[in-house]
């Protein structure tokens, strides 16, 4: 054995209230399990022809509760998409302001990608067309 290293001895009696208290402590916990586990069972067996009964209603509620969410979650996304574009139009009015004196940032570019503009003194479709 290593030098300084004692092995401790533990006694018989030691080993007794070490055990004493453990089923001191487990058997509460195990008797609350128990309850619970037959408490449940208990409730699933009285609640199954009601379920069994009510099961047209339910699914009737169930779909719904998912169309509402689904809903919501549309509504969520058009909500997203419409901040999205008011903070899009709002840099865009922002960067103009700040780089061009009082014009819009979306001048001519704006009109180049709105497809209108041609013909009134910015050429025509065909030369400025990537296609032709």
């Keep these: 054995m290593a030098e300084g290293y004692e092995q401790q001895k533990v006694s018989g009696r030691s080993m007794v209230w070490a055990s004493v208290a453990g089923v001191a402590v487990t058997a509460p916990l195990l008797g609350m399990m128990g309850f619970s586990f037959l408490a449940t069972v208990t409730l699933l067996v009285v609640s199954s022809p009601l379920l069994l009964i009510m099961s047209p209603l339910l699914v009737g509620v169930g779909l719904v509760f998912g169309f509402a969410l689904v809903g919501f979650g ?59």
């Design 74 to 132: 549309v509504a969520a996304a058009m909500a997203l998409a419409g901040v999205s574009t008011l903070a899009w139009m709002y840099r865009e009015v922002r960067s103009g302001f700040m780089n061009r004196g009082v014009k819009f940032g979306i001048g001519e570019q704006g009109k180049d990608r709105a497809g209108y503009g041609y013909g009134y003194g910015y050429g025509s479709w065909q030369q400025n067309s990537p296609m032709i």
